[in-house]
């Protein structure tokens, strides 16, 4: 008998496991409590983007979905800083050609939930998951217009519903389910940078760029039709925060003063400030992310995590390839590879969120000090002489394969070494020596 497979959340997630489940044979129906997407006018712009990187690509390339996905990438070869008097400096994220891609969030759900309906994945939506029945195995939803209520039974519930997953919070309510959230003191908020009239892009097309302050930071992507999805990410109190910018006069004075070579890039820039929404940002903890044979959770339901890294979606692909691959290994014994999926993946979601993290001073902080940038020339230079000895944690993160848990361990390791290297004193007058390769190798 065919498997049943009932999937909580069609977003970027739902969408791939939604795929890989029905590659895999078996019957799939999603139920997402928003509005239906392929309905929806979207655009190629004007949208909040994502920055897909190699674990994502490889999770899309298991399910042939992406040549779709090219075709609505554009990459970002490097980061280009842009310092409070509007200079601009650049770093390069990997070996030349290796990039990282932005993609619209709303035009890759859509390719992707296409692709699982043309396969045969029944969607449903306006559907929102309101409890489960973990004794039968049971996943009531209610139509989120006219209240009408439906109880679905099947043999695997996926909780694929976001950070603030219906799913999980049902889990929760067991006995012994760790759980933890930790917000932290900043929000975000995005702002637009339209295109030229000529719909080319305003900024350098291929990068990645960053305003980075100290304690906070902007950052933006580019989109498809020449505009620029930006983000800042603020403290919410304290000075330079949220707080701080309740009028028109006061937001446009902050941009002038903190990113003036902004300001004339957003013609309506305090219209855009006070009409977008400012949203808070969090770390979700939980286990197991199973119960028993018959419910998982994927994505942000199992490991929410603070967007520095640009890993979030990245990490749910990976958590879609590898329970694909446990299957195959378990022979569709849904208990015991869910059991070894929660010891396995549990890691690697704590190993994302630490990243996250660290990633976060990173970007607001030290790709503004000349040390972070010598030092990362120095790692580059040690790379290009034993690639078999030294993978930047960037590049393992970014381009790479390697789990998120051993990337960040090693990381660890690197900069402890990096670190002994960069305290010699005329470190930057030498770097360029074999004296400090040698010495790398010897501490390695
Ligand atoms: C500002 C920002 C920037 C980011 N940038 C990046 C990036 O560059 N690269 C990257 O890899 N990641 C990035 N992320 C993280 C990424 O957005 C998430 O990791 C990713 O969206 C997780 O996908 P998901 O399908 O698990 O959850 P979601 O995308 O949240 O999808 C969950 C779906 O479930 C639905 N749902 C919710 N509750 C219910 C319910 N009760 N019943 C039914 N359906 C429900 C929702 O409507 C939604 O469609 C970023 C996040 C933020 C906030």
Same mark, same amino acid.
């Given at each position: 008998?065919?498997?049943?497979?009932?999937?909580?959340?069609?977003?970027?997630?739902?969408?791939?496991?939604?795929?890989?489940?029905?590659?895999?044979?078996?019957?799939?129906?999603?139920?997402?409590?928003?509005?239906?997407?392929?309905?929806? =006018? %979207? $655009?190629?712009?004007?949208?909040?983007?994502?920055? *897909?990187?190699?674990?994502?690509?490889?999770?899309?390339?298991?399910?042939?979905?992406?040549?779709?996905?090219?075709?609505?990438?554009?990459?970002?070869?490097?980061?280009?800083?842009?310092?409070?008097?509007?200079?601009?400096?650049?770093?390069?994220? /990997?070996?030349?050609?290796?990039? %990282?891609?932005?993609?619209?969030?709303?035009? +890759?759900?859509?390719?992707?939930?296409?692709?699982?309906?043309?396969?045969?994945?029944?969607?449903?939506?306006?559907?929102?998951? $309101?409890?489960?029945?973990? @004794?039968? /195995?049971?996943?009531?939803?209610?139509?989120?217009?006219?209240?009408?209520?439906?109880? %679905?039974?099947?043999?695997?519930?996926?909780?694929?519903?976001?950070?603030?997953?219906?799913?999980?919070?049902?889990?929760?309510?067991?006995?012994?389910?760790?759980?933890?959230?930790?917000?932290?003191?900043?929000?975000?908020?995005?702002?637009?940078? !339209?295109?030229?009239?000529?719909?080319?892009?305003?900024?350098? =097309?291929?990068?990645?760029?960053?305003?980075?302050?100290?304690?906070?930071?902007?950052?933006?992507?580019?989109? *498809?039709?020449?505009?620029?999805?930006?983000?800042?990410?603020?403290?919410? @109190? /304290?000075?330079?925060?949220?707080? =701080?910018?309740?009028?028109?006069?006061?937001?446009?004075?902050?941009?002038?003063?903190?990113?003036?070579?902004?300001?004339?890039?957003?013609?309506?820039?305090?219209?855009?400030?006070?009409?977008? !929404?400012?949203?808070?940002?969090? %770390?979700?903890?939980?286990?197991?992310?199973?119960?028993?044979?018959?419910?998982?959770?994927?994505?942000?339901?199992?490991?929410?995590?603070?967007?520095?890294?640009?890993?979030?979606?990245?990490?749910?692909?990976?958590?879609?390839?590898?329970?694909?691959?446990?299957?195959?290994?378990?022979?569709?014994?849904?208990?015991?590879?869910?059991?070894?999926?929660?010891?396995?993946?549990?890691?690697?979601?704590?190993?994302?969120?630490? +990243?996250?993290?660290?990633?976060?001073?990173?970007?607001?902080?030290?790709?503004?000090?000349?040390?972070?940038?010598?030092? =990362?020339?120095?790692?580059?230079?040690?790379?290009?002489?034993?690639?078999?000895?030294? $993978? !930047?944690?960037?590049?393992?993160?970014?381009? $790479?394969?390697?789990?998120?848990?051993?990337?960040?361990?090693?990381?660890?390791?690197?900069?402890?070494?990096?670190?002994?290297?960069?305290?010699? !004193?005329?470190?930057?007058?030498?770097?360029?020596?074999?004296?400090?390769?040698?010495?790398?190798?010897?501490?390695?």
């Amino acid at each position: 008998m065919k498997k049943n497979i009932t999937i909580a959340g069609a977003g970027l997630v739902g969408s791939l496991s939604a795929l890989y489940m029905k590659k895999r044979g078996f019957n799939v129906a999603m139920y997402e409590r928003r509005d239906d997407l392929r309905l929806a =006018k %979207i $655009t190629a712009g004007k949208s909040i983007n994502l920055a *897909l990187s190699e674990r994502g690509w490889t999770a899309l390339k298991k399910v042939d979905a992406a040549k779709d996905v090219e075709k609505i990438a554009i990459p970002m070869y490097k980061r280009i800083m842009h310092d409070v008097q509007g200079n601009l400096s650049e770093q390069a994220y /990997g070996n030349p050609g290796q990039a %990282i891609y932005s993609v619209s969030r709303s035009m +890759l759900n859509l390719v992707l939930m296409e692709k699982a309906e043309k396969l045969g994945v029944d969607i449903h939506c306006n559907q929102k998951c $309101t409890d489960i029945d973990f @004794e039968t /195995g049971t996943a009531h939803f209610e139509h989120t217009n006219s209240n009408e209520k439906t109880s %679905i039974h099947s043999d695997l519930l996926i909780g694929a519903d976001g950070a603030f997953s219906a799913v999980r919070n049902q889990m929760v309510k067991r006995s012994r389910q760790q759980y933890s959230q930790q917000y932290i003191e900043h929000g975000y908020k995005e702002l637009l940078i !339209p295109a030229h009239d000529n719909g080319s892009h305003k900024l350098e =097309k291929n990068a990645l760029h960053i305003w980075p302050r100290g304690n906070f930071m902007l950052i933006a992507l580019p989109n *498809l039709d020449g505009s620029y999805t930006c983000t800042l990410f603020a403290p919410y @109190e /304290g000075q330079e925060s949220f707080e =701080k910018l309740k009028t028109h006069e006061e937001v446009q004075e902050y941009f002038e003063k903190i990113f003036p070579d902004l300001v004339p890039l957003i013609p309506d820039l305090s219209d855009q400030f006070f009409t977008n !929404p400012t949203s808070s940002m969090a %770390i979700m903890r939980t286990y197991p992310w199973h119960v028993n044979d018959h419910t998982i959770l994927v994505g942000d339901a199992a490991h929410a995590t603070v967007p520095f890294y640009g890993q979030g979606m990245n990490a749910g692909f990976e958590d879609c390839r590898i329970l694909d691959e446990l299957l195959d290994k378990h022979n569709n014994n849904f208990k015991t590879c869910f059991e070894e999926y929660s010891r396995v993946r549990k890691p690697n979601g704590d190993g994302v969120q630490d +990243l996250s993290m660290h990633n976060f001073i990173v970007m607001r902080d030290k790709t503004a000090q000349p040390n972070f940038l010598l030092q =990362k020339k120095i790692e580059q230079k040690f790379t290009q002489l034993y690639p078999e000895k030294w $993978t !930047p944690l960037y590049s393992m993160v970014s381009f $790479t394969n390697i789990s998120y848990a051993d990337a960040w361990h090693i990381g660890m390791k690197q900069e402890k070494l990096m670190q002994s290297i960069m305290n010699i !004193p005329n470190i930057s007058e030498v770097w360029d020596s074999d004296d400090i390769m040698e010495k790398m190798l010897r501490l390695l």
